[in-house]
């Protein structure tokens, strides 16, 4: 899981940076709070890579991509992207978790 859910959160804050990019010549918020809130975003994103194991992480990971649907207010097509890179965060999540099983399992039958 760790794998396909850091992969899924770095491409979203290459996503994040250049939603603001274009935020700050589409829309009428100041350029520092576009920074300020696309920082956060963006190294959210990569914390989160390191810690996806860690109980609540998923769910950080959700509340993001919440976040992210959301900043289509701002540009709209984030609607779109947000959307996009929700389906590929359960893909991630769903998938993470099958692949990490048939590992487990294939871990015990070699050690037994």
Do not use: N
């Not at 290459?14 to 274009?22: E, I, K, P």
């Not at 950080?60 to 609607?79: E, K, N």
């Not at 992207?81 to 048939?102: E, M, N, P, T």
């Amino acid at each position: 899981m760790r794998t396909l859910c850091s992969s899924t959160l770095i491409g979203e804050a290459f996503v994040v940076l250049f939603a603001a990019l274009v935020a700050m010549q589409l829309s009428d918020v100041s350029s520092a709070a576009l920074w300020i809130v696309s920082g956060i975003a963006m190294a959210l994103c990569l914390l989160l890579c390191g810690m996806i194991t860690r109980p609540g992480a998923v769910a950080v990971g959700w509340a993001l991509q919440l976040a992210l649907i959301a900043s289509g207010f701002v540009v709209p097509t984030m609607f779109g992207l947000g959307a996009v890179f929700a389906g590929l965060w359960w893909c991630s999540v769903h998938y993470g978790r099958k692949i990490d099983g048939i590992k487990a399992a294939r871990a015990a039958a070699a050690t037994a």
